[in-house]
Nanobody, 127 residues
């Protein structure tokens, strides 16, 4: 397993931008697909974006497509989520997740496919 620590959350006005970071430590020599999820109060945790270990494949929830970009720097063991054109409905706690993968092109979109989770970072978008 790896340990994950998110950062970069905060309060932003609608239309603004934030970049979340997720730093991994531990068994980072293994191949991990990475993802971002979010959970708003009273709601279930939902998929936001995912990226393969190679970085060559990505996937996004329809609600963020065209506004959010996931990327990774394996040399720094860090995954990023660039969030642009933020909306109040993007307000949530954002979680980073890592899932052991056996291919550099594997991506996961379901909670159960991930082995490790960060503690979350709060993103609040005001109208």
């Amino acid at each position: 397993q790896v340990q994950l620590v998110e950062s970069g959350g905060g309060l932003v006005q609608a239309g603004g931008s934030l970049r979340l970071s997720c730093a991994a430590s531990g068994r980072t020599s293994s191949t991990y697909a990475m993802g971002w999820f979010r959970q708003a109060p009273g709601e279930e945790r939902e998929f936001v974006a995912a990226i393969s270990w190679s970085g060559g494949r990505t996937s996004y929830a329809d609600s963020v497509k065209g506004r959010f970009t996931i990327s990774r720097d394996n040399a720094k063991n860090t995954v990023y989520l660039q969030m642009n054109s933020l909306k109040p409905e993007d307000t949530a706690v954002y979680y980073c997740a890592a899932g052991r993968a056996y291919s550099g092109s594997t991506i996961y979109k379901a909670n159960w496919q991930y082995d490790s989770w960060g503690q979350g970072t709060q993103v609040t978008v005001s109208s």
